[in-house]
């Protein structure tokens, strides 16, 4: 999950427009290879929106909820909360919306009192389309959302933020802050997540209400599959949507795999084959160029700040007429739900290697030394992600080390070690994250409420080290 800067609220093409979307050259060679290399182009031309598939199959399955229903942690996520580089020191809250089977939905927002909500209201490939809090346009003080359908042009009165959508399938993202740890502060928080109201504007009048699901502690499995079943899913997403004109070419090509709009997905046993091996190439794509993808944040520095053509666009990824696919898929892949304006509440920086220019490994231990005053307002946090999924690590007993944390261990010059191994040193629980031997991993370091002295770089992270 995300932050990024304001943009116009169709990056997109418009009719008078030609846009096709960038891939890599294509080798030549027989149909086999071609199919491989088409299934190649569509896993990272439909990561973003296979991704909104999978996370809401689990809302569906996993949470057994509905459509206009609201699903939420009422404390703070472990494992089982799989979803794309999520935190472990936020209470989250996810709803998903259907605009072809209910119409235009209302989603009414509390004014917050004594906690924070902030989020952001999503399109079926990502896009934000509006934020809710103090960045969003209800500046933090409550108010009612319409989310509008696509070709939706009828004037809606009553005081409504209008949220044109150009997909039916919609999905909101949200995290309450509570203002302290007490179980008070926490009261206010969760109560905020329940004044929520979400209902189909057809039934305004009714006294409805907005069902509230819990699902701390619950394995919630948000995580697409690059394997057969990733073009399935896409299928199904791609027959609910209407066609996007950048799209079109991209469309006419997935012919060749079997997926087309208004019709079954069906492969022979030799395409299915193909299809598993291209998706799981694509993810190796990925995984490989996550590493590549940022710019060292201080010089020399392994810890990155990422692509830029995210928060460039609006998060459209299309920039001088065309359509940025590898950095959408990378994107997508890393994270989900990034905002519609950028604030300044937060900062994250990744790790891939090691000190060495060593990828990051569950078989070793290793060690990050945090100098003195983290530069964060509200706190720090140090996160670890299963690389071939970008979630917590399945199974994990610790996916996270934050300045929240009581009984971590300072050295006499205010510094503090954080351990990530697969055991805890003795003595060094508080201070250690989990790793799984084996599985490939990366780090994120985020500061909540970001000092000067981030930003001046003269408070610098040293590089995770392996000590063993």
Known sequence: MTDSPERERTGRAQPDQTLKPEFPAKPRGDSSANIRQLAIDAALWGTPIVSVYAMREAFLRDAGAKYGDLVYLSRFADWKFQLTTPNASTRYVFAFFNLKKNGPIVLD?????????????????????EDIGPEGADQGRGGTYLLLPPGHEDAVDGGYIAVPSETFNVYAAFRAISEGSSPPAVERALDLIKQIKVYPLSRANDDTETRAIDIAGKLFDGIM???DTFYESLAKMIDEEP?????????????????EKGKGFSPTPEVRAEL??????????????????????????SWQIGNPAGPETGFTFVKNGKLD????????????????????????LAAYVDSSGAPLVGNGSYRLRLPANPPAEQFWALTVYDMETCAFIRGSPKVEVNSYHKGLELNSDGSIDLYLSATAPNGKEAN???????????ALLRFYGPKEALFEKSWTAPDIAKIG
């Open 225 to 227: 599959h690059y394997d």
């Open 276 to 301: 598993k091996g291209a998706a799981n190439e694509a993810r190796s794509k990925l995984m490989a160029s996550l590493p590549k993808s940022g710019e060292s944040f201080w010089p020399s520095s």
């Open 432 to 442: 250690w994250i989990a790793l799984a031997v084996g599985q490939p991993w990366f």
């Open 109 to 129: 927002i509390p004014v917050a009192d004594g906690a924070g909500l902030f989020g952001s209201i999503l399109d079926a490939w990502q896009v934000p389309l």
């Open 325 to 348: 696919v590898e950095a959408r898929a990378l994107m997508y892949f890393l994270a989900c739900a990034p905002p519609k304006n950028l604030g300044k509440a937060s900062m994250y």
């Open 243 to 259: 066609a996007m004109l950048h799209d079109r070419e991209m469309l006419g090509k997935l012919k060749s795999l079997g997926i």
